[in-house]
């Protein structure tokens, strides 16, 4: 039960990483008016310079969540 739960929170972990790489990647930022028009600033992503930490983050919990599948198996194959 436990090891679904940690499985559970990697996964989450891993698509909230994933989805902020995602935003971090974009050129530049939009902006919404009143009126719901873009309006892009002319500077760059400020996100961009978490990129390497994102992307390492991500691999960290990319091998947790694997380490967690194989033991929530072997737990399963034990029953």
Not at 28 to 47: C, F, H
Not at 58 to 64: A, G, H, M, T
Request: glycine share 2%; aromatic share 6%.
């Amino acid at each position: 039960r436990d090891l679904e739960q940690r499985y559970n929170a990697l996964q989450q972990e891993e698509e909230n990483l994933q989805s902020r790489i995602g935003e971090a990647q974009q050129p530049v930022v939009a902006r919404y008016s009143k009126s719901g028009t873009r309006i892009y600033d002319k500077y760059a992503n400020p996100m961009r310079t978490q990129l390497p930490l994102l992307r390492s983050r991500l691999q960290d919990v990319q091998r947790e969540k694997k380490d967690a599948r194989r033991q929530l198996e072997a737990a399963q194959r034990q029953r």
